[in-house]
């Protein structure tokens, strides 16, 4: 029989009961609003300020360098576009990675409209950016370098560490370069403490762990100048104006801090699901690769390369079956256009429009791995004959 296989996590997850749970007062009971000065207004505060203490505690930073957003989006927007725009004075030239999030290229396309210039780094075969690949572009008017921890689409997980150990010796007593790394696909899987991948800026996202839809956090390295993106209020030191999300914000930090408990358990879980996935699938299914490392990688990752087909082709078929995957990133799913992820790691525009993107979760178990290698191969073969009869 068909069954439901959620596998697409990282898209989206459910919201986490647990999480409901605690934001549930917040959405009836307790609605005053944060700047009141009044005892409902003052509960609603208080309540924002322990969720920054508890975020701050799982990112091992100071709680006033947390200001909340509605998500990786905007924090990443305002991580780039905030930075680069306050501190244009020092200089002009920032270095991205070719695999960053769209919230981050796009954000970096319009500092480009405006004067600035960017340095792409490109990824290794593996989809690993490294540092010797970093180095050579560092000039003296580079004002911030952004790589993400953990990619979305292939799952590669990233040397942040070791990348931003290097920036901060190599600027010494200056304050740039400054160093920001997208952490919405690695919360809940690996560290996040600032510290020990010596970052200044980092951005996390609820909806990826559990949280609910449309919040998130960016960490500021305190002294660290931005611009806002928003304007119209004090909230968040006048960097993200607007009556706060309380109830969100509760479920963000809720989520964080079982996410980041849980994840070596729930780790060693997802990395067995996930192993047999891909070798089985690269052993029964002809014309297949993986594409990313096959070891370095997010503990939920599966992306695997289908020659011949096109992903959203199977992506209808997988679908129909009662699973839920994904061709690529779920921003964006609206453009038809090959992954910019899977062509800078050295693929084919054909071997990326063949590309299918599964991420495993919480309730993904084997016999959902067992069902989805069950339906996939007759699917394929099944794409691949309406395919040859078409040329």
Not at 214 to 240: D, K, N, S, V, W
Not at 297 to 320: C, K, M, Q, T, W
Not at 353 to 373: C, N, P, Q, W
Request: proline share 5%; aromatic share 6%.
């Amino acid at each position: 029989m068909k069954r439901f296989v959620y596998l697409d996590h990282a898209a989206t997850t459910p919201l986490d009961p647990r999480v409901f749970a605690v934001m549930k007062p917040w959405l009836t009971e307790k609605f005053g609003n944060p700047s009141s000065f009044h005892s409902a207004g003052k509960e609603a505060k208080d309540a924002i300020e322990a969720a920054r203490v508890s975020i701050s505690k799982n990112l091992s930073c100071r709680a006033e360098e947390i200001i909340f957003t509605s998500g990786g989006t905007e924090s990443d927007n305002l991580a780039i576009l905030g930075f680069a725009r306050a501190n244009s004075s020092a200089g002009k030239h920032l270095i991205i990675s070719a695999i960053e999030h769209h919230a981050v290229l796009e954000a970096a396309k319009r500092l480009e409209k405006e004067g600035f210039e960017i340095s792409y780094v490109q990824p290794n075969l593996e989809g690993i950016i490294e540092l010797d690949s970093i180095k050579p572009l560092v000039r003296p008017d580079t004002v911030l370098i952004s790589v993400m921890l953990a990619n979305n689409e292939i799952g590669t997980i990233q040397p942040i560490s070791e990348i931003g150990n290097w920036i901060q010796k190599t600027r010494g007593a200056k304050q740039y370069p400054v160093f920001h790394t997208d952490a919405c696909q690695a919360a809940g899987a690996l560290e996040l403490s600032v510290e020990k991948l010596h970052v200044d800026l980092m951005t996390i996202n609820g909806s990826k762990i559990y949280g609910p839809k449309g919040t998130g956090a960016l960490y500021i390295h305190h002294g660290l100048r931005l611009q806002p993106l928003q304007f119209g209020g004090a909230q968040e030191r006048g960097l993200r104006p607007g009556t706060e999300n309380v109830a969100g914000i509760i479920g963000l930090a809720v989520a964080l801090e079982l996410a980041q408990k849980e994840k070596n358990k729930e780790s060693e879980r997802l990395i067995i699901l996930r192993d047999k996935l891909i070798s089985e699938i690269l052993k029964n299914i002809p014309k297949t690769q993986l594409n990313g490392h096959s070891k370095n990688r997010l503990p939920n990752n599966v992306n695997i390369s289908f020659l011949d087909i096109e992903g959203e082709a199977l992506l209808l078929y997988l679908d129909a079956q009662g699973v839920c995957a994904s061709t690529g990133s779920a921003c964006a799913s609206a453009s038809l256009d090959p992954s910019h992820v899977i062509l800078a790691i050295g693929r084919s525009p054909e071997e990326a429009h063949g590309a299918m993107r599964f991420t495993l979760g919480h309730s993904t178990t084997e016999k959902d791995i067992d069902y989805v290698l069950k339906v996939l191969p007759p699917l394929v073969e099944k794409l691949r004959m309406f395919s040859s009869m078409s040329v």
